[in-house]
């Protein structure tokens, strides 16, 4: 046996087993039989208690090289307490098919105070100083929340701690929370001056960490959410605070997040929350406006609003062609093209004005040649139309200065 494959301390072995424990506690055909409760639950616990990892491991191993998230599931009691949530959702489960599951699900941890014991002792910092322990909690709010809405309200602040000397634990949790989980009501209104806390944090991320992901665009995504389902206000104060703090690219991903969204729905959008995203679009439009250099790149973002084809074809061209008078581009230029070729029939003087703007705003003129057949698509249907006659022909001549040959036929 060569001396890589060695385990000198069983370490591996007992990391393998809280592995195998987390997949025994999922649904399917391979879940743990209920009735071996305290058997598991004897193998399990002394693995919350391994020494893996110790803060020499998390100091050599994370900053920036390994954020906590990560961390935990690459240490032993970091699987171990991965492990503890998916037992207590297996005894959850269990608990959904027997007698009085309603009484019995709304007693929480009463049901299970083994699972208690253990959250507990590891939120104290005295005795769990491991970030990656905290990272654990953060990805798994949204379930604490729902086995024991009690014990995670009461325990918000100690896994989100807002004293400053403790911002560490917080970042740990709340990076891997946001990163992980989408903005359930229910939990929002558990941590809502976590959020608040957030926001207020925008652009602290330390340089010498690494995240998974970036937490203030996850923040901005929460926002989003709760705000077109309406849990967040057009003034919330939440809401006022991100777009105060929000430097201009992590403003446009929020709006960019929001026309994804739309686009890659294939469902109808509820007309409420249609007209709850132009009341957001008209309010950051006039922003802009105030400012126009500013807020370029977050006017850009409604490429995607246009092309999702979820808004009134007449209301989606006339804002595009705002949004493109300020930031003199939108992205993704190539599908927004293709979508002014889909609706340029019913709206020419707005679709070829719309393609003059791209058109100039492709400096380098590398761009037309993404959508060049949809290009002259427009221009087609413009020549034909008296009040955008004039518009289209002077733009295939732009078109031909800048070497753009191609077009000339249209005018014959």
């Known amino acids: 046996m060569s001396k890589f494959d060695a385990d000198p301390d069983w370490g591996w072995t007992r990391k393998a087993i809280a592995d195998l424990l987390s997949a025994g506690f999922e649904g399917g055909e391979g879940t743990i039989p209920f009735d071996l409760r305290d058997k598991v639950w004897s193998i399990l616990k002394p693995l919350t208690d391994d020494p893996d990892p110790t803060p020499e491991y998390e100091e050599k191993y994370g900053g920036t090289n390994m954020d906590p998230a990560t961390l935990s599931i690459n240490t032993t009691r970091g699987e171990a307490m991965h492990a503890v949530i998916r037992y207590a959702l297996w005894i959850r489960r269990h608990l959904e098919k027997g007698e009085s599951a309603p009484e019995r699900l709304q007693r929480g941890f009463e049901d299970m105070p083994e699972v208690r014991e253990v959250l507990d002792a590891h939120l104290d910092v005295r005795n769990e100083p491991s970030l990656a322990i905290r990272a654990v909690y953060g990805q798994w709010f949204p379930w604490l929340v729902l086995l024991d809405p009690e014990w995670a309200r009461n325990n918000a602040a100690r896994i989100f701690p807002l004293d400053e000397q403790q911002q560490a634990f917080f970042d740990a949790a709340w990076t891997t929370y946001v990163t992980f989980c989408r903005p359930y009501d229910n939990v929002f209104d558990v941590i ?206 732009y078109l031909g200065r800048r070497g753009h040959l191609d077009f000339r036929d249209l005018l014959q």
């Open 192 to 397: 809502r001056e976590q959020y608040r806390h957030a926001v207020g944090r925008i652009g602290s991320r330390r340089a010498d960490t690494r995240g998974i992901a970036d937490p203030d665009e996850n923040l901005a995504e929460h926002f989003m959410e709760l705000y077109w389902r309406g849990t967040l206000g057009l003034d919330d104060p939440l809401l006022d605070a991100l777009w105060k703090n929000a430097p201009d690219d992590l403003r446009a991903h929020a709006l960019d997040f929001v026309g994804r969204s739309l686009h890659n729905t294939s469902d109808p959008i509820p007309i409420d929350v249609l007209e709850r995203l132009k009341t957001l679009w008209d309010r950051r439009l006039a922003e802009a406006k105030k400012a126009p250099t500013a807020h370029q790149q977050e006017v850009a973002a409604f490429g995607w609003w246009f092309v999702s084809g979820k808004f009134d074809p007449a209301w989606a061209i006339k804002h595009l062609g705002e949004a493109l008078s300020i930031a003199g581009k939108v992205e993704p230029d190539y599908i927004v093209v293709e979508k002014l070729a889909e609706i340029a029939k019913q709206h020419p003087p707005e679709a070829v004005q719309c393609l003059k703007m791209i058109v100039e705003g492709d400096q380098k003129g590398w761009g037309i040649h993404t959508w060049r057949e949809h290009a002259r698509a427009i221009l087609a249907v413009a020549l034909k139309d008296s009040s955008a006659r004039s518009q289209a022909e002077s733009l295939i001549q």
